[in-house]
Nanobody, 119 residues
Framework: QVQLVESGGGLVQSGGSLRLSCAAS????????MRWYRQAPGKEREWIARISRDGDLIDYADSVKGRFTISRDDARATVVLLMHGLKPEDTAVYYC????????????WGQGTQVTVSS
């Protein structure tokens, strides 16, 4: 059974930091690029970060570039989003996503974890 379980969300003050983790199971983690998305109330789900299968290719949305860092640990089947300099506009539910990989498998989503940034 494929599972993606996010953790680490919570309430932080503006300018603070938070570390989100996504624990993967039920598939060969190293075969997939991994992504983080977020969704604020009343808004569309927004892509914010992606890391390639080997960890060499990393991309960020402009809204988080320079503040957020994505990383992966294949031995532990975990992808991490380290967030610094948090702003109220970062408030959202954050989702871990397994990107579809040709010849391996399709997209999967975690349940999400709430991040709230106070002023």
């Amino acid at each position: 059974q494929v599972q993606l379980v996010e953790s680490g969300g919570g309430l932080v003050q503006s300018g603070g930091s938070l570390r989100l983790s996504c624990a993967a199971s039920g598939f060969t983690f190293s075969n997939y690029a991994m992504r983080w998305y977020r969704q604020a109330p009343g808004k569309e789900r927004e892509w914010i970060a992606r890391i390639s299968r080997d960890g060499d290719l990393i991309d960020y949305a402009d809204s988080v570039k320079g503040r957020f860092t994505i990383s992966r640990d294949d031995a532990r089947a975990t992808v991490v989003l380290l967030m610094h300099g948090l702003k109220p506009e970062d408030t959202a539910v954050y989702y871990c996503n397994r990107q579809a990989s040709a010849g391996y498998g399709g997209d999967y989503w975690g349940q999400g974890t709430q991040v709230t940034v106070s002023s």
